[in-house]
């Protein structure tokens, strides 16, 4: 069965500053790959996403991953964060053949302090 | 387009009502999931529908759940009845799922805005 693992519950940074939130996953073959926010009282908003192709994926806001299978990681990066990106950020692994059954991760929150 | 809509926002409710969450999709999208936010167990997915047909129901918690989809601009999640358990936000998400032969692949999915369902 697919499953992914966000080691990181919490974590803060201060504006300005770089960001890496990690994603691993578990799936036999080569997966699709989501990562998509949530601000306080709202839905999930796609971020990016991996289907095949370049390994490095740029997103909305100015967000990227990078997809490595060797390490079945998928981590999301900003270069510098800004107080409106505290929220908190989902990655996701859907199965890549047949009907698509997404599986989401525990989510981690992002503060921003200034 | 006005993306996926949910409805109600908030619903409180006692213990053993029904409870019915309304969705509509994006337009000419195919695929509905509806999928459940609680502190302890993260997002589940609870039903999934292809062209108005449910393919994976197997995240419904138990039989107070049942959901339908009557045509491709309508979804509903009904539990009856409810209990405080049952306390979460719930989403609503749809994705266009496109066909090759005889393979078929979700792009992503748009989330609504959650009901959040209080039972007391």
């Known amino acids: 069965a697919q499953s992914v693992t966000q080691p990181d519950i919490h974590i803060t940074v201060s504006e300005g500053a770089s960001l890496e939130l990690r994603c691993n996953y578990s799936?036999?073959?080569?997966?699709?790959l989501f990562w998509y926010v949530q601000s306080p009282g709202q839905g999930l908003q796609l971020l990016l996403k991996?289907?095949?192709?370049?390994?490095l994926v740029q997103g909305i806001k100015g967000f990227e991953a990078e997809f490595k299978r060797s390490q079945s990681s998928f981590n999301l990066r900003k270069p510098s964060v800004h107080w409106s990106d505290a929220a908190e950020y989902f990655c996701?692994?859907?199965?890549?053949?047949?009907?698509?059954?997404?599986?989401f991760g525990t989510g981690t929150k992002l503060q921003v302090i200034p | 387009d006005a993306g996926v809509i949910q409805s109600p926002r908030h619903e409180v409710t006692e213990m053993g009502q029904e409870v019915t969450l309304r969705c509509k999709p994006i337009?000419?999208?195919?695929?509905l999931f509806w999928y459940r936010q609680t502190m302890m167990r993260g997002l589940e997915l609870l039903i999934y529908f292809n062209n108005n047909v449910p393919i994976d129901d197997s995240g419904m918690p138990e039989d107070r759940f049942s959901a339908k989809m009557p045509n491709a601009s309508f979804s509903t999640l009904k539990i009856q009845p409810s209990e405080p358990r049952d306390s979460a936000v719930y989403f609503c998400?749809?994705?266009?799922?496109?066909?090759?032969?005889?393979?078929?692949?979700?792009?992503?999915?748009?989330f609504g805005q959650g009901t959040r369902l209080t039972v007391v």
């Open positions: 998400a749809s994705s266009l799922a496109r066909t090759g032969g005889l393979l078929i692949s979700n792009t992503e999915a748009f």
């Open positions: 996701a692994v859907g199965n890549s053949g047949g009907y698509q059954k997404v599986t």
């Open positions: 799936y036999g073959a080569t997966p699709y």
């Open positions: 337009s000419g999208h195919n695929s």
């Open positions: 991996y289907f095949s192709g370049d390994t």
